[in-house]
């Protein structure tokens, strides 16, 4: 049975390695490019180390991520379902809905809203003009800074979940380096500044944190993929039936792709014409709503003809 079971979840996550009786397999919440979900068969545990995702029924990893045939597998393994794992499959989704990602920023972090006229802040201020930040954008989304410390020459900008809390932040440098991000070790699973967004109007995705500034109620990726089991994919599902889709024109095949999850699931997709542009960060506002206003309604008939056209 423990062979069978070990089975299950490579098909499910993959290839692991393993200590003593841990497995490491690559986490499918948090999407972490290093094997962190740790899971014991023996003792019917998982916590991915990344992302704090943990439970006490490995039949919740099964649930949620394999297919029918594999759970129907699973089950058998385990023989009569004695009644207290109702409770562990009740306490798992009880902790999936309740639990949220945490973090602190930075100690070293100074908004730039308290530091108008400080010379410190001068290079800080320099870079965020350039790519046309205002003070309106710096009060709206907290910009602050590093002076010292880990994100030394960095803008900070801080992500806050429904109840306020930090969930993230993005480490942007404003100097010339090889590392331009330096974010926290903590999840992408989230929705980056979930506060700030009102789920009854349009939402559009975008790729960068300086893309959604630019785009009016707008929820960064942090890349260029969106992942079926993420967060974020699933709070559209449940609160928004349109959402506008403007990622960097070398992204179109990932834009596809997410257009397509997106219609498969019965949400109402625009795509916004990004051409012209690096990325949405460089348009002005202005410019982001003009092409907004004229994006394209994509269907299942629309989609094909796109992709056929990339061929």
Not at 222 to 251: E, M, N, P
Request: net charge positive; glycine share 4%.
């Amino acid at each position: 049975m423990y062979s069978d079971k070990l089975q299950i979840l490579v098909e499910i996550f993959g290839e692991f390695y393993q200590t003593n009786d841990e497995h490491l397999f690559n986490c499918l919440f948090c999407n972490h490019r290093k094997r962190k979900l740790s899971i014991n068969i023996s003792k019917n545990t998982f916590k991915c180390w990344i992302c704090d995702k943990s439970g006490r029924n490995l039949y919740y990893l099964i649930k949620r991520f394999g297919t029918h045939s594999q759970k129907q597998h699973w089950q058998s393994l385990d023989g009569r379902v004695n009644i207290s794992n109702f409770d562990d499959l009740f306490s798992e989704k009880i902790e999936e809905e309740q639990q949220e990602q945490r973090i602190k920023l930075p100690k070293e972090y100074i908004c730039l809203v308290k530091n108008k006229t400080s010379l410190i802040a001068k290079p800080a201020r320099n870079y965020l003009k350039k790519r046309n930040i205002s003070e309106k954008d710096i009060l709206k989304w907290k910009i602050g800074y590093c002076t010292n410390g880990k994100y030394r020459n960095r803008i900070i900008i801080p992500s806050f979940n429904n109840d306020g809390y930090c969930n993230y932040f993005v480490a942007r440098s404003h100097t010339k380096t090889q590392m331009r991000y330096k974010n926290p070790p903590a999840s992408k699973d989230i929705i980056f500044n979930e506060l700030l967004i009102n789920w009854k109007e349009p939402v559009a995705l975008v790729e960068g944190i300086f893309d959604a500034i630019n785009a009016e109620n707008s929820i960064p990726l942090l890349g260029s993929t969106l992942s079926i089991h993420s967060k974020l994919f699933r709070a559209v599902l449940t609160h928004s039936k349109q959402i506008y889709i403007a990622l960097d024109k070398d992204a179109e095949k990932k834009a596809l792709n997410i257009i397509n999850a997106l219609i498969s699931h019965g949400v109402e997709v625009y795509k916004i014409d990004t051409s012209g542009y690096e990325d949405v960060g460089e348009m002005t506002k202005e410019e982001f709503k003009r092409r907004k206003d004229t994006a394209t309604l994509f269907d299942s008939k629309a989609l094909l003809i796109q992709r056929i056209s990339q061929l």
